[in-house]
């Protein structure tokens, strides 16, 4: 049986992280690209080395020509520079940009039938200009980004009300950035609203609310608050570890429904815009966006976060 392709497109922590994940899992083989001489090549061969440790069977192999990523069945685009303290994700946007419509550019000449995932920062804007640049359907390209921010929301719920993590289910919303729209109404504990084992932990409505608002406001920051603490780059485990949920999602058609930055057709009463929603992922990519009913406020919060990519994607070089 021919193993899936992988292609990781940055040699960086979150690609090497995820080259280690993909070989860990046996998802396929990886090859990863990066302009720096011997990068990509040094950290795949340092991942192979591990294999009969680990036992993982898969080749891993790096280079600094793109044309590597030939017949990738999906592409992982990390290239970029990270965050420094201080800095928003959209600080990002011209130098990343640039990288962007290289990478672009190369994914359409040597991986045209490949279902591409996009991690780079500021996110939104780096999954349109990718789309508009390859011109895939859009349903073969899609962003990372929901997958981590309802990751972070439900370890923050977690943690709040000491429960096990893998109790807990939540969502984001919106764009990845400082107005994400994590949906408190949805957040539950093994089915029980969230909200209401807080007002159980604290005897008081208001008092609930209160905590949950700060915990949405800390899931809002969160990727700021590892970039503060770390003081020299960005969070590199947990972007990577979402990642890797979305590329076994397609690879093993396993038809999950994941928040994932898609473009809308109407959905939400969006159109036209890469934005992060529920979607079905499977084989073919994103094979279906879900919709559902939003509240006035929720509506409002999301329409608000779209306003914030729409100013990204307007200074694009598109």
Known sequence: MVKPKIALIGGGQIGNSIAHLAAMRELGNVIMFDIKDGLAQGKCLDIAQAAPISNFDVQLCGSNDISCIAGADIVVVTAGIPRKPGMTREDLIEINARIMVTVAEGIKTHAPESIVIVLSNPLDAMVTLCQKITGFPTQRIMGMAGVLDSARFA??????????????????????????VPIVRFANVNGIPALELLKNKYGDEDKARQVMAGLVERTQDAGGEVVHLL?????????????????????????????????????????????????????GGVERIVEFELTEDEQALLDHSVGEVKKLVDSLPL
């Open 155 to 180: 370890s923050f719920i977690a943690w709040e009300l000491g429960v096990s993590v893998r109790d807990v289910n939540a969502m984001v919303l919106g764009g990845h950035g400082d107005a994400m």
């Open 231 to 283: 003081q020299t780059g960005s969070a590199f485990i947990s972007p990577a570890t979402s990642a890797i949920a979305m590329v076994e999602a397609v690879i093993h058609d396993q038809k999950r429904l994941l928040p994932v930055c898609a473009m809308l057709d109407g959905q939400f009463g969006i159109s036209g815009y890469y934005v992060g929603v529920p979607c079905i992922l499977g084989v």
